[in-house]
């Protein structure tokens, strides 16, 4: 039996534009509609984004993020106006998911969430009523607070003070340690470049002692393309080889570069955290803390190819705890085990560690994993599996892109 890899799939509803876009025109042509009898009288927050100004509505705030996407301005044009303007609508988990869905920048989505925790909005200001409340949630985006301006854009007003990155820190500072894991957390699975990595598996079996042995080494070419990993065999057992990755059989592990990390953190979860202790671990003094993700609102997949070929899945739940680093706010590591897995499926126990810390790629810093290990256990077969990943010579993938709108 060929036992292959865990899978976290991150399923979240994507709005589509189409729908977005159609709301829109009918709201610019009911603004546009005269004669007798007069339409009914707008919100006033859609008759300011309409006509440019006061602060942003909703809709109108997703507008702003479609002309963005459609290359009407610049990301850098769209955070002076956002910032100019202010918002007339709760940021909510769901309003930044819908950002995110529609291909948001990530430093416009940071720019969302520093307003939202703001103590006051840019004049002209909204109602008290449509005042925003802090989210429960932070997800961020992928750019610095402070995005590089672009050549062809002028300099921003000398009225305008650009975002720092201490304005960002003393935000995050006031809020839960968990929080900020969170965000830290979202906004690296966000930036993640498009990269090589080698990876070596020690690939290990249970004995009928109890002891692991060793059974074979492979060394894998990891390629990350726009999230999609792509795994090359390059040797087993230090031997060059032309066999492929998913033909060697046994139990295999790809890297899962930010699902793993971000998924206990997304609002779809809706994981439990607990505080269990502060300890030392790595040199750092972090705080661990317990999660629980209930399967029904998982997204967390077993996958079994049975020896006919037949892939075999099932969704699980799955528990464990986080080790967050006291000084960067970031996950040093994550442990989670599967939960209610069925009687009767081939694995009966799953579990998996990753540990995480900066490596830099042509020069700039990404939170990724060092090293990590799998264990797979299948009491029907009496087998039991046991993977240990090292993850080193990070570099730029450069492939040929083509986006096609």
Not at 115 to 134: C, D, E, G, I, V
Not at 344 to 368: C, H, R
Request: hydrophobic share 35%; with cysteine; aromatic share 6%.
């Amino acid at each position: 039996m060929a036992v292959h890899p865990i899978r976290l799939k991150l399923f979240l509803a994507v709005a589509g534009l189409m729908l977005l876009t159609s709301h829109t025109l009918r709201a610019t042509s009911v603004a546009r509609t005269g004669g007798t009898p007069p339409a009914p009288q707008r919100p006033r927050s859609v008759e300011a984004s309409e006509n440019q100004t006061g602060p942003l509505s909703e809709v109108a705030f997703y507008r702003l993020v479609q002309r963005v996407r459609q290359g009407q301005i610049t990301t850098d044009a769209a955070i002076r106006e956002l910032r100019q303007r202010g918002i007339a609508f709760e940021v909510t988990d769901e309003v930044l998911d819908r950002a995110r869905q529609l291909g948001a920048p990530g430093a416009l989505i940071t720019v969302l969430v520093e307003l939202a925790f703001a103590p006051s909005q840019p004049s002209p200001k909204p109602s008290p009523t449509a005042r925003p409340k802090p989210t429960r949630t932070i997800p961020s985006g992928s750019a610095p607070a402070t995005p590089e301006p672009a050549r062809d854009q002028e300099d921003p007003p000398d009225n305008e003070p650009p975002a720092s990155s201490e304005d960002e820190t003393a935000r995050l500072s006031q809020l839960p340690l968990i929080e900020q894991a969170r965000f830290h957390a979202l906004r690296s699975a966000d930036d993640l470049p498009d990269f090589i990595v080698t990876q070596t598996i020690r690939r290990m079996v249970r004995d009928g002692r109890g002891q692991w042995q060793t059974r074979d080494t492979l060394e894998t070419e990891v390629r990350v393309e726009g999230g999609r990993e792509r795994v090359e065999l390059l040797s087993i057992n230090g031997r060059a080889t032309q066999r492929r990755y998913e033909d060697v059989g046994g139990a295999t592990s790809v890297g899962d570069f930010s699902g793993q990390l971000a998924a206990p953190f997304l609002p779809s979860t809706n994981t439990r955290f607990r505080e269990a202790k502060r300890e030392r671990y790595r040199g750092r003094l972090c705080r661990v803390y317990d999660f629980v993700v209930p399967r029904a609102t998982s997204g967390y997949t077993l996958t079994v190819r049975l020896s006919d070929g037949t892939p075999q899945r099932i969704q699980v739940g799955y528990q464990g705890s986080l080790w967050i680093d006291e000084a960067t706010k970031r996950v040093l590591r994550i442990e989670h085990t599967a939960t209610d897995i069925p009687p009767g499926f081939p694995m009966s126990q799953v579990e998996s560690a990753v540990d995480y810390d900066w490596v830099t790629i042509l020069g700039k810093n990404y939170w990724m994993p060092l090293t990590a290990e799998t264990i797979q256990v299948s009491d029907a077969y009496r087998q039991a599996f046991r993977n240990v990943s090292e993850f080193r010579n990070y570099r730029k993938f450069e492939g040929d892109v083509k986006i096609i709108e």
